[in-house]
């Protein structure tokens, strides 16, 4: 097999890992950007955060071993917890998405390995961003799935 990179197996693992969570039961898990033009009041993203000056994921490769055959990948996956209230209930909308963010970090610490995709994810680094729109408050909690892979051969 030649060389590729575990980044785009690793989303769509996530993607199914997120969507299998009882936790999560309830909200959307989407793989990318969502084009239906329902409005969705509690939808978790993978691989897209919303933003269109946004990488939604990214890796650095590394030599690994003495023979050079295989390469050590690490890479971020960047998704988003959104939450949409039909009220101006921003405490509530902002709860529920950390609610989600939480969820999300159960079902990855329930397989580490991404039923063998990477050798670990983890949540990393995470940002809030509040508003009150038309429709009601509105709370997105962007994070990180870090991960730490061999390249596929």
């Known amino acids: 097999m030649a060389w590729s ?10 993607v199914t890992a997120f969507g299998a969570s ?8 989407v793989d990318g950007p969502y084009s239906s033009q329902q409005t969705l009041h509690e939808v978790l993203s993978v691989g897209w955060t919303g933003g269109d000056d946004e ?4 890796s650095t490769l590394l030599t690994e071993g003495l023979g050079g055959t295989i390469d050590r990948e690490q890479f971020t996956i960047r998704c988003a917890a959104a939450v949409l209230r039909g009220t101006d209930d921003l ?3 902002r709860a529920r998405a950390y609610e989600i963010l939480a969820a999300a970090g159960e079902a990855l610490a329930g397989d580490r390995t991404l039923r063998g995709n990477v050798m670990q994810a983890k949540v990393g680094a995470h940002s809030l961003t509040q ?9 997105v ?11 596929g051969r």
């Open 22 to 29: 009882e936790s999560l039961a309830g909200v959307t898990v």
């Open 141 to 151: 909690v962007t994070f990180e799935v870090s991960c730490d892979a061999f390249t």
């Open 5 to 14: 990179s575990k980044l785009p197996a690793t989303i769509s693992a996530l």
């Open 131 to 139: 508003s009150l729109t038309p429709q009601g408050a509105q709370a």
């Open 55 to 58: 990488t939604d994921a990214e």
């Open 91 to 93: 405490p509530g909308a």
